[in-house]
């Protein structure tokens, strides 16, 4: 029901930078947490960055600490990753994702096709 498009995706070299847009049907605030994951080719997808919006807290995955940013533009129903300083293994379908409360336990119910990025070494 609800649509998440992700966008920003595309090939750049070590060391360079892009910025991933997650744009959702519904307001992005509506969820507890917005998230962005990714899976490298033929591996598990592992959790990147994450966004409380009602208490504004980002979490981020320790491995992109200090690199990327995630933030959300709620008037545009839009989540933002940017990626500084990318690195050749981060190359990934990148997804962002919608966590629901569900009493006292969450979970990730809502998913994007997910975009491509590929870093040159």
């Known amino acids: 029901q609800v649509q998440l498009v992700e966008s920003g995706g595309g090939l750049v070299q070590t060391g360079g930078s892009l910025r991933l847009s997650c744009a959702a049907s519904?307001?992005?605030?509506?969820?507890?947490?917005v998230g962005w994951f990714r899976r490298p080719s033929g591996k598990e997808r592992e959790f990147v960055a994450a966004?409380?919006?009602?208490?504004?807290?980002?979490y981020y995955a320790e491995s992109v600490k200090g690199r990327f940013t995630i933030s959300a533009d709620g008037a545009n129903n839009t989540v933002y990753l940017q990626l500084d300083s990318l690195r050749h293994e981060e190359t990934a379908v990148y997804y962002c994702?919608?966590?629901?409360?569900?009493?006292?336990?969450?979970?990730?119910?809502?998913w994007g096709r997910g975009t491509q990025v590929t870093v040159s070494s």
């Open positions: 966004l409380r919006g009602t208490a504004g807290i980002a």
């Open positions: 519904v307001r992005s605030f509506s969820y507890y947490a």
């Open positions: 994702a919608g966590e629901r409360l569900y009493g006292t336990a969450v979970s990730w119910v809502d």
